[in-house]
């Protein structure tokens, strides 16, 4: 394998169905492989449109997503989008940790979006320690992931096991943007958020939803899942849920 080649199961992918669509996006550090069973539950169940975009510099290495910054992986999501429109006459959209960050930023820059659906979402980390190496200049080039937060024995996530130190400042500024932009989301919301979660405080299910500016929006907790909840024993409630909020949006 190159240094370019993309991990066996990290490819990005577009399931065909109806002109409603959904962008379902993963998280930082993390593949497609994370959010490709909710995506074919939601198409085979629903008959909807999936795209599941590869963000920059993810799915490859740590050494390629240490070429990274935010607006690249803002721009895999408007590019994405882009595709999607050309396709459908209305876009959902749903995403992972940094998957939901992006989808709730992107909901407020993009008022087309006519619904969705962040899990396990992130605008704020709360540790310390992980925010004094973003500009620490002797910090090590890389440093350890903390590995895959699945509650469910036996199931792995396609991820790195490597975290590159200068994407640190840049998935803090993402965030602390989308939280600014929370009041400029308009469209009907469905906010999961597991209850335990070693990643991103699950408070941050409160903080989105009492931030969006919709009328329409709704915080459910996931009560058997950890920080992958797309991989975890709630997988399937997540469709459910997902496809039930949909489906009862007006055309």
């Not at 993309?6 to 490819?11: I, R």
């Not at 290495?61 to 006459?89: F, H, N, Y």
Request: glycine content about 8%.
């Amino acid at each position: 394998m190159t240094s370019h080649s993309v991990l066996d199961g990290a490819e990005p992918f577009l399931l065909e169905g109806s002109s409603t669509g959904i962008l379902i996006s993963h998280g930082y550090t993390g593949s497609t492989q994370s959010v490709r069973y909710v995506a074919e539950q939601l198409h085979r169940i629903g008959g909807y449109t999936v795209l599941g975009p590869r963000l920059a510099g993810h799915g490859v290495s740590p050494q390629e997503m240490d070429r990274t910054r935010a607006q690249d992986w803002v721009d895999s999501i408007d590019e994405a989008l882009g595709t999607l429109r050309r396709r459908c006459a209305r876009i959902f959209m749903m995403g992972l940790s940094m998957g939901g960050c992006l989808t709730l930023l992107s909901a407020a820059r993009h008022p087309d979006i006519a619904a969705i659906v962040p899990i396990n979402a992130c605008v704020y980390f709360g540790a310390p320690s992980l925010a004094a190496k973003a500009y620490d200049r002797s910090a090590p080039r890389f440093f350890d992931s903390i590995g895959a937060d699945i509650k469910a024995e036996g199931v792995t996530e396609l991820a790195y096991d490597e975290i590159p130190t200068s994407t640190l400042a840049e998935i803090y500024g993402l965030m602390s943007v989308a939280r600014d932009l929370l009041p400029e989301i308009k469209c009907p919301a469905l906010v999961l958020q597991s209850t335990e979660d070693h990643v991103v405080p699950p408070d941050n299910g409160n903080v989105i939803v009492d931030g969006i500016g919709s009328d329409d929006k709704t915080l459910t907790w996931l009560e058997n899942s950890y920080h992958v909840a797309t991989l975890d024993n709630d997988k399937d409630r997540i469709v459910e849920l997902a496809h039930r909020f949909f489906e009862r949006l007006p055309q």
